[in-house]
């Protein structure tokens, strides 16, 4: 299933079910595409022994804008959401970055809590 990782038991069922199934067949009963029977095929290591990804797949559209604007305005009201930043006429969002909404709501933030 797309999006969904795939767990040490579900290698550890396949590689059980590939010493009398076949590939196709294995790799359906432990829950994996054929793609991923092929990729456990080549590995050596369980999917938590391998390093994670140290880079970006794609580049951050708001980075130019991040710091400088919508941190601020995040910072004066925590309760905005995306939706509500591309609403804002902002110098951000008339460079086209309007469309990024899901990028933005899917970007970290959190609002530091004043002292008490």
């Known amino acids: 299933m797309p999006g969904k990782k795939i ?6 069922k396949y590689k059980q ?9 294995a790799a359906a009963k ?4 054929e793609r991923s029977a092929r990729r456990i095929e080549t590995s050596e290591a369980l999917p938590s022994q391998r390093e994670a990804r140290a880079w ?13 604007e919508v941190v601020p305005l995040l910072e004066t009201d925590g309760a905005l959401n995306a939706v509500t930043l591309a609403g804002c006429h902002c110098a951000a969002w008339a460079y086209g970055i309007h469309s990024e909404i899901p990028t933005a709501q899917r970007r ?5 809590r004043p002292a008490a």
């Open 30 to 33: 432990a829950g994996l595409s």
């Open 108 to 112: 970290p933030y959190r609002v530091p």
């Open 7 to 12: 767990t040490d038991h579900q290698v550890q």
């Open 56 to 68: 970006r797949t794609r580049t951050d559209p708001l980075t130019a804008v991040w710091d400088s």
């Open 17 to 25: 079910h590939r010493l009398k199934l076949n590939q196709v067949a």
